[in-house]
């Protein structure tokens, strides 16, 4: 009875955290509409960027390629390793 109280709060908490983290965020923009405009503009200018879009083709040409583009497997193609791995791993790394 005691380790499966143990398994759900973990769950509990692995699940939680990054809600909280990302609600952290939205109160802050919703309470500062002058810093959420501020934000949209500077997100629409960057990834506007020739650099940006440059980029995201050259994304969508090895996800493409690999015939991974637009199945829904939760890989992202990782740069330094030359290779796919979930999105979660490839994002925490950056």
């Given at each position: 009875?005691?380790?499966?109280?143990?398994?759900?709060t973990?769950?509990?908490?692995?699940?939680?955290?990054?809600?909280?983290?990302?609600?952290?965020?939205?109160?802050?923009?919703?309470?500062?509409?002058?810093?959420?405009?501020?934000?949209?503009?500077?997100?629409?200018?960057?990834?506007?960027?020739?650099?940006?879009?440059?980029?995201?083709?050259?994304?969508?040409?090895?996800?493409r390629?690999?015939?991974?583009?637009?199945?829904?497997?939760?890989?992202?193609?990782?740069?330094?390793?030359?290779?796919?791995?979930?999105?979660?791993?490839?994002?925490?790394?950056?």
């Amino acid at each position: 009875m005691r380790k499966s109280i143990c398994v759900i709060t973990w769950i509990r908490y692995i699940v939680l955290f990054p809600i909280f983290a990302i609600m952290k965020s939205k109160r802050y923009y919703d309470a500062n509409p002058k810093a959420k405009a501020k934000k949209k503009a500077y997100d629409t200018e960057y990834h506007s960027s020739p650099e940006r879009k440059k980029y995201r083709a050259e994304l969508n040409r090895i996800r493409r390629k690999a015939g991974k583009y637009g199945n829904g497997d939760g890989m992202d193609y990782d740069h330094t390793e030359k290779r796919f791995i979930t999105a979660s791993r490839n994002r925490a790394k950056k």
